[in-house]
Protein backbone atom coordinates (compact mmCIF):
# COMPACT_ATOMS: atom_id res chain seq x y z
CA UNK A 1 0.00 0.00 0.00
CA UNK A 2 1.50 3.47 -1.08
CA UNK A 3 -0.57 6.73 0.94
CA UNK A 4 0.48 10.15 -1.20
CA UNK A 5 0.16 13.93 0.17
CA UNK A 6 0.24 16.39 -1.44
CA UNK A 7 0.59 20.18 -0.52
CA UNK A 8 1.57 23.35 -1.83
CA UNK A 9 -1.41 24.79 -3.48
CA UNK A 10 -2.85 28.20 -2.80
CA UNK A 11 -3.56 31.27 -4.74
CA UNK A 12 -1.76 32.88 -6.70
CA UNK A 13 -1.50 35.71 -9.39
CA UNK A 14 -1.10 34.86 -13.16
CA UNK A 15 2.30 35.04 -13.89
CA UNK A 16 3.33 33.52 -10.74
CA UNK A 17 4.69 30.28 -9.49
CA UNK A 18 4.44 27.57 -6.74
CA UNK A 19 5.72 24.33 -6.02
CA UNK A 20 3.72 21.38 -5.26
CA UNK A 21 4.99 18.72 -2.56
CA UNK A 22 3.84 14.49 -3.25
CA UNK A 23 5.24 12.57 -0.10
CA UNK A 24 5.01 9.17 -0.27
CA UNK A 25 4.57 6.87 2.48
CA UNK A 26 6.42 3.78 0.93
CA UNK A 27 10.36 3.86 1.60
CA UNK A 28 11.48 1.79 -1.96
CA UNK A 29 9.88 3.61 -4.73
CA UNK A 30 12.59 2.78 -7.44
CA UNK A 31 10.02 0.26 -9.34
CA UNK A 32 7.62 3.03 -8.91
CA UNK A 33 6.07 6.25 -11.56
CA UNK A 34 4.21 9.28 -9.74
CA UNK A 35 2.36 11.65 -11.59
CA UNK A 36 0.76 14.67 -11.77
CA UNK A 37 -3.03 15.12 -12.69
CA UNK A 38 -5.53 17.82 -12.62
CA UNK A 39 -9.14 18.71 -12.31
CA UNK A 40 -10.91 21.28 -13.10
CA UNK A 41 -15.10 21.89 -12.13
CA UNK A 42 -16.81 20.74 -14.96
CA UNK A 43 -13.97 19.08 -16.30
CA UNK A 44 -12.56 15.77 -16.92
CA UNK A 45 -8.92 14.80 -14.93
CA UNK A 46 -6.24 15.84 -16.85
CA UNK A 47 -2.37 14.57 -17.41
CA UNK A 48 0.42 17.02 -16.30
CA UNK A 49 3.12 15.32 -15.80
CA UNK A 50 4.93 12.56 -14.72
CA UNK A 51 8.34 10.75 -13.72
CA UNK A 52 9.97 7.51 -13.91
CA UNK A 53 10.94 7.10 -10.23
CA UNK A 54 14.47 4.96 -11.15
CA UNK A 55 16.12 7.59 -14.28
CA UNK A 56 13.96 10.17 -13.51
CA UNK A 57 12.97 10.90 -17.25
CA UNK A 58 9.81 13.12 -17.63
CA UNK A 59 7.25 13.75 -19.57
CA UNK A 60 4.94 16.58 -19.44
CA UNK A 61 1.62 17.92 -21.25
CA UNK A 62 1.75 20.21 -24.06
CA UNK A 63 -0.32 23.01 -22.16
CA UNK A 64 2.58 22.85 -19.25
CA UNK A 65 5.58 22.18 -21.21
CA UNK A 66 8.34 24.87 -21.22
CA UNK A 67 6.62 26.12 -17.39
CA UNK A 68 6.37 23.32 -15.32
CA UNK A 69 8.79 21.17 -13.89
CA UNK A 70 8.82 17.61 -12.41
CA UNK A 71 11.21 16.31 -10.26
CA UNK A 72 11.53 13.98 -6.84
CA UNK A 73 13.69 13.34 -4.08
CA UNK A 74 15.19 10.24 -3.14
CA UNK A 75 15.81 10.60 -0.15
CA UNK A 76 12.69 12.41 0.71
CA UNK A 77 10.15 10.02 -1.14
CA UNK A 78 8.80 13.28 -2.56
CA UNK A 79 8.11 14.63 -5.77
CA UNK A 80 7.86 18.14 -6.70
CA UNK A 81 6.08 19.97 -9.34
CA UNK A 82 7.21 23.30 -9.46
CA UNK A 83 4.57 25.49 -11.94
CA UNK A 84 5.87 28.72 -13.03
CA UNK A 85 4.04 31.58 -15.06
CA UNK A 86 0.84 30.03 -14.54
CA UNK A 87 -2.22 30.49 -16.05
CA UNK A 88 -6.14 31.26 -14.81
CA UNK A 89 -6.54 28.19 -16.78
CA UNK A 90 -4.41 26.06 -14.72
CA UNK A 91 -6.87 26.55 -12.11
CA UNK A 92 -7.77 23.42 -11.23
CA UNK A 93 -7.51 20.38 -7.97
CA UNK A 94 -3.70 18.93 -8.81
CA UNK A 95 -3.39 15.70 -7.70
CA UNK A 96 -0.70 12.99 -7.34
CA UNK A 97 -0.55 9.46 -8.38
CA UNK A 98 1.58 6.42 -8.41
CA UNK A 99 2.04 3.16 -10.47
CA UNK A 100 4.05 0.06 -10.07
CA UNK A 101 5.97 0.34 -13.21
CA UNK A 102 6.72 3.18 -15.89
CA UNK A 103 5.36 6.50 -16.50
CA UNK A 104 1.68 6.73 -17.78
CA UNK A 105 -0.68 9.93 -19.23
CA UNK A 106 -4.10 7.39 -18.85
CA UNK A 107 -5.17 8.48 -15.11
CA UNK A 108 -7.09 4.90 -15.09
CA UNK A 109 -2.53 3.35 -14.93
CA UNK A 110 -2.45 4.56 -11.73
CA UNK A 111 -3.52 2.29 -8.29
CA UNK A 112 -2.65 4.93 -5.53
CA UNK A 113 -4.09 8.47 -4.76
CA UNK A 114 -3.50 11.51 -3.22
CA UNK A 115 -6.31 13.29 -1.48
CA UNK A 116 -5.55 16.42 -4.36
CA UNK A 117 -4.67 20.49 -3.83
CA UNK A 118 -6.61 23.22 -4.77
CA UNK A 119 -4.43 25.44 -7.11
CA UNK A 120 -6.25 28.80 -7.58
CA UNK A 121 -4.41 31.17 -10.06
CA UNK A 122 -6.23 34.91 -10.70
CA UNK A 123 -5.87 36.98 -13.42
Known amino acids: QVQLVESGGGLVQAGGSLRLSCAAS????????VGWFRQAPGKEREFVAAINWSDGSTYYADSVKGRFTISRDNAKNTVYLQMNSLKPEDTAVYHC????????????????WGQGTQVTVSS
Open 26 to 33: RRTFSSYA
Open 97 to 112: AARLGVRSTTAQDYDY
